[in-house]
């Protein structure tokens, strides 16, 4: 007993400096890896935050206007299939019109902060708007709301999220690194 106490206890059989560089080299490799590991993890849950956030909104958008769409008598696409304006029966004899409708308020669909398609219940009460779904673009070549006539359906096509995957591109700022977004496109027909 008293022979292995004194083992422990003798200063020459400590660590050499040796020892303890190649101890704090596994050490610092071994942090670099936990550290890098939990960035990469973070990057992947804040991209997957915001797919989960878009497609949420997105569901948020049709099936509002499934509810609008379906009981509506009339329809009508404006501004270029940029604002939809629908007359919904109430009870009593009496109608509703109701709108949704896109907005870029500074005109450059690649600035995708300021995008977003906004509902309006009623549109005889001021000041009742409500968002539905931000960082919106449109479809290259497509109209966001179209309805050419009652024999077809109602189509949105539209973009939620960045418009590119390009790193220096505006949106980045918003969504995170890499290509993060959903399309929509969603056919909607009123039962009257």
Known sequence: MRARLFHALNPKKGLTFIELIISISIFMGFSLAMYVMLIFGLRVYRSDIMEMRFSHNAWKLINRLELEVKPSTRIVEKEEGTRLEITIPESEGNQRSAAFFFQDTDENPDTIHDNAIFYDPDLSVEDNTQLLVRYVSPLPGEKI????????????????????????????????????????????????
């Open 145 to 192: 709301f179209s309805y050419p006539d009652a024999s077809e359906p109602l189509n949105v096509n539209f973009r939620v999220g960045d418009r590119g995957s390009d790193a220096e591109a505006v949106g980045q700022e918003f969504t995170g690194p890499g290509y993060q977004g959903i399309v929509i496109r969603s056919s909607l027909a009123p039962r009257n």
